[in-house]
Structure formats: C-alpha cells, structure tokens
C-alpha cells in the first residue's frame, strides 16, 4: 500500500469522499503487518468510530484492492484477509 496521502489523493481523483472512517482504515492498514479480514479491521475501527459499519470497511476494503493498493488473500475459506504489502 502507497502512503495515505497517494491513497486520499486518488480517492478524490475518483470522486470518493475522504471520511474519518475511511482515514482510520488506512491508517490501520498503513501500520498492519499481519493479514486481517475485513471483519478484523471493522473490529478495531469500531473503537474509534462507534457507528461506523460493516458495509462501510467491506466496500473501503474492496475499493482499495480494485485500485491495487491492497490485495484479497484466500487463506481462509470462510473469508477473504486484506495484505497491504503489494510487493
């Protein structure tokens, strides 16, 4: 994953609004070494942003990977695990 400012920048290329959630994913993703689902992230988001959504991290999390800056990783059949490092 680029730096988040790269990210921002692109998302507003796009006409996608930089909300305070979607900034709290990519940080979380910016400092993630391991390989969370997006039911992971949306636990950890959810402290800083009680009324955030599921639907809101599911589709920040495909947006991301439809721009590269992230990949899906099918290492549990059950769901899908995020990795930042495109590398």
Same mark, same amino acid.
């Given at each position: 994953m680029r #730096?988040? #400012?790269?990210?921002?920048?692109?998302?507003?290329?796009?006409? !996608?609004?930089?909300?305070p959630q979607r900034?709290?994913? !990519?940080?979380? !993703?910016e400092q993630n070494r391991d390989h969370p689902?997006?039911? #992971?992230?949306?636990?950890?988001? !959810?402290?800083?942003?009680?009324?955030?959504?599921?639907?809101?991290v599911y589709k920040t999390l495909q947006t991301l990977r439809d721009m590269g800056e992230i990949q899906e990783l099918s290492i549990?059949?059950?769901r899908s695990h995020y990795d930042p490092d495109t590398s």
């Open positions: #730096d988040i #400012d790269s990210i921002v920048k692109r998302f507003r290329e796009t006409g !996608l609004k930089i909300t900034l709290s994913i !990519l940080e979380l !993703l689902s997006a039911e #992971d992230v949306y636990r950890r988001v !959810l402290s800083v942003h009680p009324s955030i959504s599921f639907t809101t549990d059949p059950e």
